[in-house]
């Protein structure tokens, strides 16, 4: 009973901490939204990453990133929600499914309205006069946060041992950080983009945690 107790109250602990953080993000989100209509143009660490980024750049890094940002075009992403919910419903995991196409349409679509609305172009380079959408907030930042994280998310349940599948968690939100880092390297995106791309999908991301282990933790009560 003791030990029960203590099960309950720890998954009580996580699942709040979830919803703490699915509010901090999106409070994140919503204040880089504010300040982006508030100034209009570009704030200074905009800039001054964007120098930084142009004057590190070389034939390499620029391969590299080229490559790497592939991992957060649309079509990828959404190749592997559609691979990744196969998947699930052939192990009958009913909510995650839905969790899954629900936070990825509803990340894809705030991130069209939040662009429509904020009208910002992106920074002035050869690969960003290619790309048609546009610049805030980053849609392969927050898309590639929501997928790797959830798939990860998945993963790591299967996966026997703490810290193994603490691995496993944080390496696709690192996967998901370096897609980011690609579009600024490539100078495609200004970093309040990418920041307000990660804000929106980690918000997303945390609240589905949160149902999942809720659904979880209902699922391990006694005579529930």
Avoid at 4 to 25: E, H, P, T
Avoid at 106 to 113: E, I, P, R, Y
Avoid at 187 to 206: I, Q
Wanted: hydrophobic share 50%.
């Amino acid at each position: 009973l003791r030990i029960s107790v203590l099960l309950f109250y720890k998954q009580r602990f996580i699942n709040r901490g979830n919803i703490f953080l699915a509010g901090f993000f999106a409070w994140m989100c919503a204040e880089i939204v504010e300040k982006r209509w508030n100034e209009k143009e570009t704030i200074p660490c905009d800039q001054a990453t964007r120098a930084l980024m142009i004057n590190g750049q070389n034939t390499i890094g620029r391969e590299f990133f080229s490559v790497l940002t592939m991992l957060g075009n649309d079509n990828w992403l959404i190749a592997l929600v559609l691979i990744a919910l196969g998947l699930l419903l052939r192990h009958k995991k009913y909510l995650e499914s839905l969790l899954l196409i629900g936070g990825f349409v509803l990340t894809s679509v705030s991130v069209m309205l939040i662009k429509f609305l904020s009208d910002r172009a992106r920074p002035t380079s050869d690969l960003s006069l290619l790309e048609n959408s546009l610049s805030f907030p980053s849609g392969h930042m927050a898309h590639s946060l929501f997928v790797y994280g959830f798939i990860s998310y998945i993963l790591s349940q299967f996966i026997k041992g703490k810290s193994a599948s603490i691995w496993v968690m944080l390496s696709g939100i690192v996967l998901a950080g370096t897609i980011g880092l690609s579009r600024l390297y490539l100078n495609v995106h200004w970093l309040s983009d990418v920041l307000g791309g990660f804000a929106l999908a980690a918000a997303y991301l945390c609240l589905c945690i949160g149902i999942m282990e809720a659904a979880h933790d209902y699922e391990s009560l006694p005579n529930r």
